[in-house]
């Protein structure tokens, strides 16, 4: 890092006024070409950097792009925030971070303070459907101001997404817990307002009719994306008559829960219940009962939308791009519900 | 969310210029108080919002902190940045997140990034004790813009600080592997030349010391925090003439790859090693075989860090604060040391 160059220290090297080189460095129309150019010369070869900020304001252009997540310490979002700062940073992007907490109105205030920022494009996995973000996001994408969906998403014109087909990695869980042998699968759900649980209840659904099986409702319990609502949504499903022999959680932490519950009731994991995760946390591996998850893809979603924001951005024709990108899930088998 | 405020709706209503409007914004001498005070009462009104960043330009206050860390997705940061978050939203302020993954390019980068958004004040871990960054912290600090140091932290007159005391944590947990009858105490270190790991070891080499136990280079092994790591140094260890029957880690996740590969090499634990980690990372409660770790207080510290800079940023005495905070750390036993 060296000493910031200033406009005085280019003034001095060439023997003019700092008004001069200002004028210069902005293309001010009294200042002769002659000028410009040595100006612009003397600048890159003393390795001088304009103000980003005021350049900001002059251009529209700040260089760093934001990206809104829900929280930042899952492996999900983690690794996503990595897969876009690995693309973007090689293009000389600044990536900044905002986590909403599931809470609507930070998600608000995080979306200002991007735009106050100056940010070139935000990349968001949004927290709910409801209305209230949607004129903030309307007014970004009125700016022209690139705009990406990832996991999370909401149905906008001209909005790109990126997400991974949750409808079929709900559908491959369910059907291999069937193939294990389990009959009374139940499911724990998260928040079916968000396309992500819908589409994953839809897939575990269809999977169940595709093999003469009822959806049960008792069998759906919604539950957040934590151990303490595994254990309790446990603790409901082993008070039916007939308790389920199998068990998709939409959320990792929620299977632990669910596992830990399952255990102390004295049940044996896989013989007597199955359990499938999702979202492939690292500590699914990590366990000596090692847990079944769907993958979903993190750093690759995190890298494509990076590319969708470049090509949105570096896209000069005037036409709107919208693109949808879906990924394809991975289930990873484990001990949690690998019947030999 | 209001449709966004302009000045052009403010002038409409009072049926005056849009530059009259803007002059009166700014405290223009042009305009008459009379004039001002109109526009100044209809603007509030009409909940008219400048626009944050020229705001920020002039008066030097954007109300965003900027937090840099070296990874956002491990819990004990994750859980700095909430804290830090919980005390600093609460007073108007935004949070804004750039990891650095222990890249000091990439954390010269983070605080150009910050600087160049008008951040009020900087809350950072940092990479490493190079010099490379230390011109760029300089000029912050010389510019009067908060930077609080929170775990890893520098030597730097006038920088705050908000670390626990790592060298009782590593004395704690040394001790405690003596107190359950280890005598060959290896101890996974991480960069020396960062302090937190310096004064882990320290802490160990007393603890030995006090006991009369001398430091045996063979048992030191620099690892990264990484699982893969601790597998590779208990490698090293089992082939040492006399294996280790303890290992201190000052990281969870090489403490964990330590125990995996302990597992597999027959060792049974805690009966022929006993195995303490660093962190407190949730997956070490959440393990069959729970991992005992120093706990560092990770909420607590962010909440401190956060303070300090609101102690800082409302100081208007010009006299310089600088404070240097240091929390307790908690050590948890779990079943990885805890023989009966």
């Known amino acids: ?18 008004a001069t080189v200002s004028r210069a460095l902005n293309n001010n129309a009294k200042i002769s070409e002659t000028t410009r150019k040595l100006v612009m010369e003397t600048a890159n070869q003393m390795n001088y950097k304009q ?14 792009v934001g990206v809104i997540v829900p929280r930042v310490d899952s492996n999900f979002f ?3 925030i990595r897969g876009i700062e690995e693309v973007l940073q090689a293009m000389k992007y600044n990536v900044i971070i905002c986590q909403t907490h599931e809470d609507e109105e930070r998600e608000i205030e995080n979306l200002n303070t991007l735009l106050n920022a100056q940010v070139d494009g935000i990349i968001i996995s949004i927290t709910n459907k409801s209305k209230e973000n949607e004129k903030i996001l309307k007014r970004i994408t009125d700016n022209n101001i690139p705009l990406i969906f990832f996991d999370r998403r909401k149905n906008i014109d001209g909005v790109s997404s ?10 491959m869980a369910t ?16 928040d079916q307002s968000l396309e992500i649980y819908e589409n994953r209840f839809k897939g575990y659904s269809q999977a169940l009719l595709d ?7 008792d069998y759906v319990i919604f539950t957040k994306s934590k151990v303490e609502e595994g254990a309790l949504a446990v603790k409901k499903l082993l008070l039916l008559d007939q308790a389920p022999d199998a068990i998709f959680s939409s959320s ?9 519950e399952l255990k102390a009731s004295g049940k044996s994991i896989p013989d007597d219940v199955c359990v499938v995760g999702f979202g492939n946390e690292p500590f699914t591996k990590f366990m000596e009962l090692s847990i079944s998850s769907v993958d979903q893809a993190a750093l690759e979603m995190g890298k494509v939308a990076a590319e969708v924001f470049l090509e949105q951005i570096n896209n000069k024709s005037g036409v709107k791009i919208e693109k949808k990108m879906v990924l394809s899930p991975v289930l990873q088998i484990r001990k949690s519900s690998g019947r030999k």
């Open 1 to 18: 890092m060296n000493e910031k160059v200033t406009i005085y220290d280019i003034a001095k090297k060439l023997n003019i006024t700092a």
């Open 51 to 64: 103000n980003q900020l005021a350049q900001a304001l002059r251009s529209g252009r700040s260089n760093n």
């Open 78 to 80: 983690g690794s996503t």
């Open 162 to 171: 990126v997400t991974i087909d949750d409808y079929k990695a709900g559908y």
């Open 175 to 190: 059907q291999h817990l069937i193939d294990q042998g389990c009959r009374f699968i139940a499911h724990l759900s998260g």
């Open 211 to 217: 093999n003469d099986m009822k959806v049960n409702q």
């Open 252 to 260: 990792d932490f929620a299977a632990l829960g669910a596992i830990q």
